[in-house]
């Protein structure tokens, strides 16, 4: 029953974070210089993660292949599932923030108050798109491995959940 209830509040956490990024998205941007400047920034920002990612995968996949030999398939397993998902929330938090900043900044000609809350918002979306990306891969893994009674629980499932 825990490991459902960690599977919905993940399943909200990234609901929530998809309805917040609607919202940022919604929210005007008209000032052409400003969007000038954004579209740039997102096209830096574009390329930083892909040479990041690529970066990443260079010591990713050989530190999946160790674990794969020295400890099994699932922890090998675990860790790349958290590693894709850790990408996917990355991915959405640089595209939110780059996409909030031109909306904040157009929020601030109406006070502080609309360019804050705008601004939390976008914030909010890698929060949970992190903690729900995470919790759910946690609780998947979880319900793949943990038997029922705990009884039988062993070292295979440990290692996959700690690889995760």
Aim: hydrophobic share 60%; glycine share 12%; net charge positive.
């Amino acid at each position: 029953m825990m490991i459902f209830i960690s599977a919905v509040a993940a399943l909200v956490a990234l609901g929530t974070a998809m309805v917040l990024y609607m919202g940022v998205r919604s929210a005007p941007a008209t000032d052409p210089r400003a969007l000038e400047i954004s579209a740039a920034i997102a096209e830096g920002a574009g390329a930083f993660l892909n040479r990041q990612y690529r970066t990443v995968a260079m010591v990713g996949v050989p530190v999946a292949v160790v674990l794969l030999i020295a400890f099994g398939g699932w922890m090998a397993a675990g860790f790349v599932v958290g590693a894709v998902a850790s990408a996917a929330a990355g991915i959405m938090g640089m595209r939110v923030s780059v996409q909030a900043n031109v909306r904040v900044a157009e929020a601030a000609k109406q006070g502080f108050r609309p360019a804050f809350d705008l601004a939390f918002k976008g914030g909010a979306v890698t929060g949970l798109m992190v903690v729900g990306a995470g919790l759910f891969a946690l609780a998947l893994f979880a319900q793949l491995l943990i038997p029922d009674d705990f009884k039988q629980l062993g070292h295979v499932q440990l290692q996959a959940l700690i690889g995760l």
